[in-house]
């Protein structure tokens, strides 16, 4: 199975900052690499899919990048929505294996 | 719109089954595939498998194979997970997702079930 792993697990900023987390797989994945961000007691919702493309009707503050094995999310201008988890997922190769999720918290 | 929902929540004793129904509206049914993906409480996201609407046919994580059976009525546009031999561990919220064909990301899902198995 290819492993992801997700840094920082957890991490605090204020609103208005900017904020990047970061997902590595344990071998090449090209570009299937899609971000998820998931509030309490709701379903993940699709921010990026493609490591890069941003879905339709998500704000252009999110943003993704990479390919291979390394890949970011980024998020500029926090507004108070966007404080939750946020998960990667690789569906390169079955099983298609999420990593383990970053929460993301008010400073 | 788009809209995937699922079954109410359940609770099974230890040994049991339980199945989960998505009904699918909004789109054309057959054109996607649908991945079930669960969550144990506080805890991650966990990819069980997918299945093709078209096809019928299935792919499941190597945990879960064996245990787990997907399926669909075309003619009522909703999928099934099946689950059996239900531990404590199977405690968890069960999502149906929405995926295209490539780059198989989950653009809608349902608004999750919670089986919960106790004795």
């Known amino acids: 199975d290819i492993q992801m792993t997700q840094s920082p697990s957890s991490l605090s900023e204020s609103a208005g900052g900017r904020v990047t987390i970061t997902c590595r797989a344990s071998q090449s994945i090209g570009s299937y690499l899609h971000w998820f961000q998931q509030k309490p007691g709701k379903a993940p919702k699709l921010l990026i899919y493609a490591a890069s493309n941003l879905q339709s009707g998500v704000p252009s503050r999110f943003s993704g990048s990479g390919s291979g094995t390394d890949f970011t999310l980024s998020i500029g201008s926090l507004q108070p929505e966007d404080f939750a988890t946020y998960y990667c997922q690789q569906t390169y190769s079955s099983p298609f294996t999420f990593g383990q999720g970053t929460n993301l918290e008010i400073k | 719109q788009v809209q995937l929902v699922q079954s109410g929540a359940e609770v099974k004793k230890p040994g049991a089954s339980v199945k989960v129904s998505c009904k699918a509206s909004?789109?054309?049914?057959?054109?996607?595939?649908l991945h079930w993906v669960r969550q144990a409480p506080g805890q991650g996201l966990e990819w069980m498998g997918w299945i093709n609407l078209n096809t019928g046919g299935t792919s499941y994580a190597p945990k879960f194979q064996g245990r787990v059976s997907m399926t669909r009525y075309t003619s009522f546009t909703t999928a099934y997970m099946e689950l059996t031999r239900l531990t404590s561990d199977d405690t968890a919220t069960y999502y149906c997702a929405r995926v295209m064909t490539a780059p198989q990301s989950a653009d809608s899902w349902g608004q999750g079930t919670l089986v919960t198995v106790s004795s």
């Open positions: 909004g789109y054309s049914f057959t054109a996607y595939f």
